[in-house]
């Protein structure tokens, strides 16, 4: 469903920020991308609503070649919440922002008030719908253009460092929102270097360095291979780490699996 076939990408600066790459993406698939900063994770995946077209080879997103379509016809399709917030934010109010894409993309307009209301209320935003989206808090201007992109179902949803500055409770929003697109069917792609927040997901994995993708493979493996983690300048998600100390193959996904391997062991 999407193909990169061959990807090299110069900056007009002169840096090579993706080398020849090669890689396909199932529909439906869960995938996270990590690696250093600099890797080319942000580079890689602005190739997907074509927002950046290759140096060199092609990015095919359903089968269009990302070089003969415009942004606006792949971004319906594929929804991306940037890493920089204030790069995606443009409207006057908050409710504005998230009914535009709908709008946009051929909702009437009772649909999308209510449908912006349904996220706003998911995303903790409804007392916010008339601030200006660039007064926000950094937390709560992410969740604005999450809220904005899921709103449209975005065939392939694709989230540039989610995590980032969102306290517990609206982590285990944007945990379930990422369940739930996923369930539906929904193609989720996620940029990160929060390995607690992906290791129960257990995504599928792309570590790049250097413009490259130099491992792809299940959270599972990855996940515990401490040389490969340092060299992407992670550290084990805490639940991989207790379970391989303890000696628990497959390790735990979440902390009930791990004390109910606990409370085997006082019984025996
Ligand atoms: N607009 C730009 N002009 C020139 N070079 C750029 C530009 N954007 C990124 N780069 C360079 O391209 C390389 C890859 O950058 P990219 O933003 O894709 O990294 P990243 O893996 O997303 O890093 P981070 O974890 O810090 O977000 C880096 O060397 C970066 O300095
Ligand atoms: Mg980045």
């Known amino acids: 469903m999407i193909e990169y076939k061959n990807v090299t990408f110069r900056h007009k600066s002169g840096t090579v920020a993706l ?16 690696g250093t900063n600099g890797a080319g994770k942000t580079t890689l995946i602005r190739h997907l609503n074509g927002l950046l077209k290759p140096s060199s080879g092609n ?18 399709r594929v929804g991306m919440v940037f890493q ?13 922002e998230i009914t535009f894409g709908l709008k946009n993309f051929g909702y009437d307009y009772v649909k999308a008030k209510e449908r912006a209301e349904t996220m706003m209320r998911f995303f903790g935003l409804t007392a916010l719908k008339d601030r200006a989206p660039l007064t926000l808090s950094g937390g709560e201007k ?7 992109v899921l709103a449209w ?10 995590t980032v ?45 250097s413009g490259r993708i130099v491992r792809d493979g299940r959270a599972s493996d990855i996940f515990v291979d401490e040389g490969l983690l340092r060299s992407a300048n992670l550290i084990m998600p805490q639940l991989a780490e ?17 004390l109910e391997v606990k409370d085997n062991w006082l019984r025996i």
């Open 59 to 76: 990015v095919y997103v359903f089968g269009i070649d990302t070089k003969k379509a415009t942004v606006s016809t792949l971004s319906k």
């Open 84 to 96: 920089n917030s204030d790069h995606q934010l443009f409207s006057n109010t908050v409710e504005e």
């Open 142 to 148: 992410k969740r604005v253009c999450m809220a904005a």
């Open 242 to 258: 207790i379970s391989n100390r303890i000696g628990m193959a497959p390790a735990a996904l979440d902390i009930n699996q791990l």
């Open 153 to 162: 179902e975005p065939e392939v949803l694709v989230l540039d460092e989610p």
């Open 165 to 209: 500055g969102q306290d517990f409770i609206n982590k285990k929003k944007l945990y379930q929102a990422i369940v739930e697109t996923n369930a539906a069917g929904r193609t989720v792609i996620i940029v990160t270097h929060d390995v607690e927040f992906i290791w129960p997901l257990q995504p599928r994995i792309l570590v790049m360095s």
């Open 19 to 34: 080398k020849e790459i090669n890689l396909k993406i199932g529909e439906g698939e869960l995938l996270a991308i990590v």
